[in-house]
């Protein structure tokens, strides 16, 4: 879809699928999401009756319009200051609990007390991702081997 919708320069997209595929317009959205579209659905008769959504309509058609509106530079701080705030603040007032894990962690099994594993960000920006340690050493490994 991503290919088409480049290959093509399209600007706007009309999703109309059935009501027994429903599971999958989360996945058509998540993919359009940052394509800089202007994506409308076309509601199901639920939707019509209910008056739960805002309607537009092309040609008579009811659609409904997703608007996909990026946050604002000071919003984007805001949030990341928030963001540390609270974490530093969860931090503090549960640095006694975090102790106790790990202590407990290392009384009942050999290996460090923090996991350290790379994952994939936005972007594809990758990171560090650092936990209390909730499986036994190596774990990864022993069960890969035993799935494949």
Sequence with gaps: MKEIIEKHKIEEIIVAIETNEHDKLNEIINELYYMDLHIHLVPDTYDLLTGQVKLDAVESLPLITLEIVPMKQ?????????????????????????LILGILVKLTSQGPIIFKQERIGKNGKKFFIYKFRTMYVDAEKKWSSIII
């Design 74 to 98: 000071w919003q984007v701080s805001m949030k990341r200051f928030f963001d540390i705030v609270i974490s530093l603040i969860v931090l503090v007032c549960f640095s006694w609990l975090y």
